[in-house]
């Protein structure tokens, strides 16, 4: 009778003891996942309004004028046979940067959404 009481309680404290390590390894395991969860904001991308990246690239001194560019239709040409990519408007508006009269540096703002393909693939759509 003291071996079938000697064994139940080995198998108690064996049983016992694999749950502590499940529940272990759960805990380390919720710890990486709320780690990890915590990281990814972290690299997030950050957006800027027109006014906070015009500060952001000439200071918030600067003045800042608009300029638009106007392409030909033979430098729309060269741009797509040089960029392999459809010209979707041949307007261009640029922000001229200066501070006390001085040219800071320009600036431009791209708007578009952009997909990268594969070289092949841009060749077949005859760009």
Known sequence: MIMVADFLKSIMFATLSIKMKFLKSCYLLLFLILSLAMA??????????????????????????????????????????????????????????????????????ETHKVRTLPAMESEREGW
């Open 40 to 109: 990814i904001p972290a690299y997030a991308k950050i957006y800027y309004s027109k006014q906070e990246a015009m500060e952001l690239a000439f200071g918030s001194e600067a003045t800042v004028e608009m300029m638009s560019l106007f392409l030909t239709d033979s430098d729309v040409e060269k741009i797509q046979q040089l960029a392999r990519v459809k010209v979707d408007s041949a307007l261009f508006t640029f922000y001229v940067g200066k501070k006390a009269g001085e040219l800071i540096g320009y600036a431009a703002i």
